[in-house]
Structure formats: structure tokens, C-alpha cells
T-cell receptor, first 109, second 117 residues
């Protein structure tokens, strides 16, 4: 059974810092991994999708890497801004989509 | 807006009533997923449907819950005889149909927040 964990559970940083969010999964036989952000009381917004054959994807200040063999992905956020404050979720896809519990990020002005 | 649509956005029911949640996928998507998010918890997969077929319902409670995705119209998640523990946010996602397999990038709707009094 696939299990997904995310570290840290919560993170508070001053504006401008670069930061890394971690996602680990137990079953490396995945089709893809997707990173989302969720604002309080809102739905999920897709940030990046990494197919199993890829090692990283970039979008603006975001960079996600995937090491399938070790069951890990990281989301790197450069020059963080208060608008980045949200919960960040990773989800892996093999038989179906399994989500991690999320990292709650607060970027302080 | 061609994204995933869910309605209602908020739904209040009394114990024992029925709740019907609707999801219209992105135009052209034939794969729909339902998730439940309990307060302060992560998203839990419930069911995966294609048009007129349930593909995977391993996350669906065995009683009171059902889902359908008819040939025409939205996908429906139905909860009969609701209890307080059903209070949660229910999210729907859709993905496009690809020749390589059914699993692909998901696009999420805004969710329906169900409150059971």
C-alpha cells in the first residue's frame, strides 16, 4: 500500500528566503508525481507534474525534483513571497492518486 | 472558465438526510476522481470513474456512499442518511484521456463543503 509523507508539517520563513519542501513515498512504481497548493478553504491548484521518466520540472520560482528509486521528491521555492503562504501537497500516482498530508507554509513579510 | 465545476459549494444537511454533490469535469475529460478532506486532515481518495463505469472504489465507504458518472451530465457523489462524521470538504478532479493509460495530471474543482447538523 502506497504511503506518502511530507516534511516538515509546517514551516514559517521570512520573505525572500529560498526553501525546500520534502515528499517521500514507499512504492517507487509510480506513473507520476504532482505538487499542488491549497489555500485555506479553497480547492487545489496544480503547480508541477513530473512524469516517472523525468527528474525535474520548473515553473517560474518553483522547481520540483524526483528521485523515483529512493522514493523522494523535493519542491524548491526561490525568493519566497507572502503570497506563497499556503499548504503544499504532493500526490503520487500508481493505482490511484495518493496524497501526502501537506506542508503548511507561512511566509512572513 | 473551462475548469472543473462543483456544486453546490456549500451544503448543509441534517442527520438522516441525503446529500448529492455534483461535478462537471473539464470539457473533454472522461476521468473523474472524488476525494474527501476531513478538517485538519489530508485528501483521501474515494472513487475513480470513467463514463458509465466505476473503475476503482477502494476508498469509498461500503455503506451509504455511491457515485456515478453517466454518459450525459455531471458526476454525482451521493451520501444517504448522512451523519455528523460525513462533514468534510469533497473534492472532484478530472484528467484527460490518453492512449498511454488512464492516469494523468489531475485538475481539481473548488470543492463542496458539507456540514451535517
Amino acid at each position: 500500500k502506497q504511503e506518502v509523507t511530507q516534511i516538515p508539517a509546517a514551516l514559517s520563513v521570512p520573505e525572500g528566503e529560498n526553501l525546500v519542501l520534502n515528499c517521500s513515498f514507499t512504492d517507487s512504481a509510480i506513473y507520476n508525481l504532482q505538487w499542488f497548493r491549497q489555500d485555506p478553504g479553497k480547492g487545489l491548484t496544480s503547480l508541477l507534474l513530473i512524469q516517472s521518466s523525468q527528474r525535474e520540472q520548473t515553473s517560474g520560482r518553483l522547481n520540483a525534483s524526483l528521485d523515483k528509486s529512493s522514493g523522494r521528491s523535493t519542491l524548491y521555492i526561490a525568493a519566497s513571497q507572502p503570497g506563497d503562504s499556503a499548504t503544499y501537497l504532493c500526490a503520487v500516482c500508481n493505482q490511484n492518486f495518493v496524497f501526502g498530508p501537506g506542508t503548511r507554509l507561512s511566509v512572513l513579510p | 472558465n473551462a475548469g472543473v465545476m462543483q456544486n453546490p459549494r456549500h451544503l448543509v444537511r441534517r442527520r438522516g438526510q441525503e446529500a448529492r454533490l455534483r461535478c462537471s469535469p473539464v470539457k473533454g475529460h472522461s476521468h473523474v476522481y472524488w476525494y474527501r478532506q476531513l478538517p485538519e486532515e489530508g485528501l483521501k481518495f474515494m472513487v475513480y470513474l470513467q463514463k458509465e463505469n466505476i473503475i476503482d472504489e477502494s476508498g469509498m465507504p461500503k455503506e451509504r456512499f455511491s457515485a456515478e458518472f453517466p454518459k450525459e451530465g455531471p458526476s454525482i457523489l451521493r451520501i444517504q442518511q448522512v451523519v455528523r462524521g460525513d462533514s468534510a470538504a469533497y473534492f472532484c478532479a478530472s484528467s484527460p484521456r490518453l492512449a498511454g493509460g488512464p492516469y494523468n495530471e489531475q485538475f481539481f474543482g473548488p470543492g463542496t463543503r458539507l456540514t451535517v447538523l
